[in-house]
Nanobody, 116 residues
């Protein structure tokens, strides 16, 4: 089974930037879409951005204009560029791949902390 490995999290000051990476052990074309979900302390996990095989994208309103999701098919990797970070962006970010036959595969998560 294809596995997902996230990287790029860390501690950043408000207004700073981070780029998250989600590397798949197999072809990302085996997925209908790949997304990033965020889980803040004490809150439910929610999708913040997703990209389909045709590279169409979806964003939650709170990150529009600040976050950009992209894919590099040659590297089987999906990225999340996060700019103008706010303290409310803090949480564990999980990569999620939607299988063409239904269901999802999740990565292990990477912590993002936005704090001065």
């Amino acid at each position: 089974q294809v596995q997902l490995v996230e990287s790029g999290g860390g501690l950043v000051q408000p207004g700073g930037s981070l780029r998250l990476s989600c590397a798949a052990s197999g072809s990302i074309f085996s997925f209908s879409a790949v997304g990033w979900s965020r889980q803040a302390p004490g809150k439910q996990r929610g999708l913040v951005a997703a990209i389909a095989t045709d590279s169409s994208t979806t964003y939650v309103d709170s990150v529009k204009g600040r976050f950009t999701i992209s894919r590099d098919n040659s590297k089987n990797t999906v990225y999340l560029q996060m700019n103008s970070l706010k303290p409310e962006d803090t949480g564990v970010y999980y990569c999620r791949a939607q299988l063409r036959g239904g269901g999802y595969i999740w990565g292990q998560g990477t912590q993002v902390t936005v704090s001065s």
